[in-house]
Antibody, heavy 120, light 111 residues
Framework: QVQLVQSGSELKNPGASVQISCQAS????????LNWIRQAPGQGLEWMGW????????TYAQGFTGRFVFSLDTSVNTAYLRISGLRTDDSAVYYCARPLGGSDDFQGYWGQGTLVSVSS | QPVLTQSSSASASLGSSVTLTCTLSRGHSGYIIAWHQQQPGKAPRYLMK???????NKGTGFPDRFSGSSSGTDRYLTISNLQFEDEAVYYC?????????FGGGTHLTVL
């Protein structure tokens, strides 16, 4: 069955970098787009952007340019989110998600989330 | 881009029914939306898609107590025979031009 398994929680100092992984199983990662979504503490879901898993081309939503990088390693069926220059307001749970399929682009499968805490 | 509007909270009694609403911005009445359920401390989970004509398609694992419908720019999620495990935040989502949009979420409390 389709699963997206994310890496574990991270505790980082301000200014550091973090990389979150999202390993796909049950399907080939290049067959579907991969989205990243942020959820700040007590807040709603915020779409960060997506990566075209065929071309590796990322698209970033407004507010997620510059310090955020989406990448892919097809040899291990895994997508990555890297955040550099971490700030305290980057503290959040980050989700990867995949469309259900067909012509529908909404998220059909979600990773379990990765908590990133930024604190000195 | 479409905007999705949801009430921040709703409540209903155990065993009763509740309808949650997701409203699309003007000019987007034909858009499909998806509902996601996020139980406390868990990741969101795809629940169903609702089309402009009112048809809906549920994801796996959700009982028949969950249904969807539509009217104009409103998309509805109805939960009947409410159970305590239905207490969650329900988000709607749509997309346009390779951009995903989420509503602010409705926190459902089961009394």
């Amino acid at each position: 069955q389709v699963q997206l398994v994310q890496s574990g929680s991270e505790l980082k100092n301000p200014g550091a970098s973090v990389q979150i992984s999202c390993q796909a199983s049950g399907y080939i990662v290049t067959n579907y787009a991969l989205n990243w979504i942020r959820q700040a503490p007590g807040q709603g879901l915020e779409w960060m952007g997506w990566i075209n898993t065929n071309t590796g081309h990322p698209t970033y939503a407004q507010g997620f340019t510059g310090r955020f990088v989406f990448s892919l390693d097809t040899s291990v069926n895994t997508a990555y989110l890297r955040i550099s220059g971490l700030r305290t307001d980057d503290s959040a749970v980050y989700y990867c998600a995949r469309p259900l399929g067909g012509s529908d682009d909404f998220q059909g499968y979600w990773g379990q989330g990765t908590l990133v805490s930024v604190s000195s | 881009q479409p905007v999705l509007t949801q009430s921040s909270s709703a409540s209903a009694s155990l065993g009763s029914s509740v309808t949650l609403t997701c409203t699309l911005s003007r000019g987007h009445s034909g858009y499909i939306i998806a509902w996601h359920q996020q139980q406390p401390g868990k990741a969101p989970r795809y629940l169903m898609k609702v089309e402009g004509g009112g048809s809906y398609n549920k994801g796996t694992g959700f009982p028949d107590r969950f249904s969807g419908s539509s009217s104009g720019t409103d998309r509805y999620l109805t939960i009947s025979n409410l159970q305590f495990e239905d207490e969650a935040v329900y988000y709607c989502e749509t997309w346009d031009s390779n951009t995903q949009v989420f509503g602010g979420g409705t926190h459902l409390t089961v009394l």
